[in-house]
């Protein structure tokens, strides 16, 4: 038998034994309950502890933040059970407030630092998304919680603030959580682990403060949701997935899946809602806290939706520009080569100006590929295109990948003459001592994109049956249509 625990994953066994504390603690009443729900707390911090030793998580310091966090909330746990039940206090506030409020801010910025690992830069839709969620919840938390409690304590300043404090620090921590779930792209167990702590530790919360505004209830009965709470911040922690819980997670552009979209839609309903539920109960109108709450969320909305729209946008750049490129060489693909061929047409045909287009082969280009692999011969044809977009760059002319090792160059304003040198210096430009075969041809003036590539296609061949690495020039068309043929 205690080989078999042995074998147990360390995060498993520490929900087994801590587990069973827990169900211990809720058997027992008074000060063994305080004592042992504390000792659940304080093996909940000793985990995450062990945890970031053990697995050394490649951002440690959000862990040990996390287990200085959860540290203080044992603390708070043990001050507790000292103050109110060995002592018999019931002075409020008292030390324990002290530490758990120390708790909130830690945990929150262990959960904001592994967010912000895990998605570098600005992330500005999961900013807003977490605003808005936090502006809503901040409005629930005052209306239905904070200003009644606030009501009671009358005078007592000290008293107003703590009470203002919990609240507040729970909204700060929901925001935080939601900027995490944003952020982290792996849904990894450690990560679910997590996030269903924070999101136990939040329900427990409010269900208490709702209670004790409501009716002044200051049991035991949302010790099951803190306890439960306390086991998975310990459990994810020990989880060995932790280790990459913060890696980098893929942009998926500010996604408005439909989760996301109807937690926004909610969140941003609950103005107007609040105040239904108060004209229907007959409740004082939080009129001012629900309009300076609808204003907010209507300016976040808008900037979500601002956001989303410039996103989309610039995909759309982004896919429009891979329609007309090549992926491997960045030229102008086929089809973009084809059609911009035919405005350089237009353009030539409007301003009297000549015309050429020539094909370019790289020369043994399968024996390259067959003797250095097709990785070579990929970076052979991305070095080619970048060398001669260099040397274009400022002629107007166009360079695209023709198809396989074949490209197309298209010039207005040159002849034959000086096409035929421009061709030889990037002849010069090929990496690794390679070359290339070209068939120029001269628009006439009249013939369609097919046609000129045609004839310069023609030309091509006849270079290559010269020996290659050379250029031939296609004879007229006119003297092709009268049965002329040959070339240089």
């Known amino acids: 038998m205690l080989s078999r625990v042995r074998r147990l994953p360390l995060w498993v066994g520490y929900l087994l034994l801590a587990g069973a504390l827990a169900v211990l603690c809720l058997c027992l009443g008074g000060t063994a309950h305080d004592a042992v729900f504390s000792l659940v707390t304080v093996s909940s911090a000793v985990a995450i502890a062990v945890g970031a030793r053990v697995h050394r998580p490649v951002h440690a310091r959000a862990w040990w933040c996390m287990a200085a966090g959860m540290g203080c909330w044992a603390l708070g746990d043990v001050l507790y059970t000292v103050v109110y039940d060995v002592l018999g206090s019931r002075a409020y506030p008292a030390p324990p407030d002290v530490a758990y409020l120390l708790a909130y801010p830690l945990l929150g910025l262990s959960l904001l630092s592994l967010a912000r690992r895990a998605r570098p830069g600005q992330d500005v839709e999961g900013v807003i998304d977490a605003t808005i969620l936090s502006v809503g919840a901040g409005l629930l938390s005052w209306t239905f919680l904070l200003r009644p409690a606030l009501a009671e304590l009358g005078g007592d300043l000290l008293g107003w603030v703590v009470s203002a404090a919990y609240p507040v620090a729970d909204v700060a921590v929901l925001a935080v959580l939601v900027r995490l779930v944003s952020a982290t792209g792996g849904r990894s167990t450690s990560f679910r682990l997590l996030a ?8 427990a919360d409010v269900a208490y403060q709702a209670a004790y505004a409501a009716t002044g209830y200051d049991g035991f009965a949302f010790d099951p949701l803190w306890l439960l709470s306390y086991l998975l911040w310990g459990a994810a922690a020990l989880h060995p997935s932790m280790r990459r819980l913060s890696d980098p997670a893929p942009v998926e552009g500010g996604d408005l899946g439909a989760p996301r979209l109807v937690l926004l839609a909610a969140a941003s309903l609950l103005a107007p809602g609040t105040l239904a539920v108060q004209l229907l109960t007959g409740a004082p109108l939080s009129a001012w806290s629900v309009v300076v709450s609808s204003s907010a969320l209507f300016l976040l909305v808008v900037a979500r939706m601002w956001t989303l729209l410039r996103r989309v946008r610039e995909q759309a750049a982004q896919l429009a520009e891979l329609a007309r490129t090549d992926p491997l060489t960045g030229l102008l693909n086929r089809r973009s080569a084809t059609a911009e061929t035919d405005r350089l047409r237009s353009r030539a045909r409007a301003a009297g100006t000549p015309l050429v287009l020539a094909v370019l082969d790289l020369d043994r280009f399968k024996r390259f590929n067959d003797t250095l692999g097709h990785p070579a011969g990929d970076r052979l044809l991305a070095g080619a ?50 070359s290339f075969s070209a068939g120029l041809a001269v628009w006439d003036g009249a013939e369609d994109v097919e046609a000129l590539v045609a004839r310069a296609d023609a030309a091509l061949y006849g270079a290559k049956a010269a020996g290659r690495g050379c250029t031939r020039t296609a004879p007229a068309a006119e003297l092709l249509s009268a049965g002329g043929s040959g070339g240089r």
């Not at 269903?196 to 329900?203: F, N």
């Not at 695209?400 to 430009?429: C, S, T, Y």
């Open 196 to 203: 269903a702590a924070a999101s136990t530790m939040l329900a």
């Open 385 to 434: 295109a970048r060398a001669w977009s260099t040397r274009l760059s400022g002629t107007g002319a166009v360079l695209a990948r023709w198809g396989g090792e074949e490209f197309l160059l298209v010039a207005e304003g040159l002849g034959p003459g000086p096409a035929e040198q421009l061709l030889a210096e990037l002849r010069d430009l090929v990496p690794q001592g390679q």
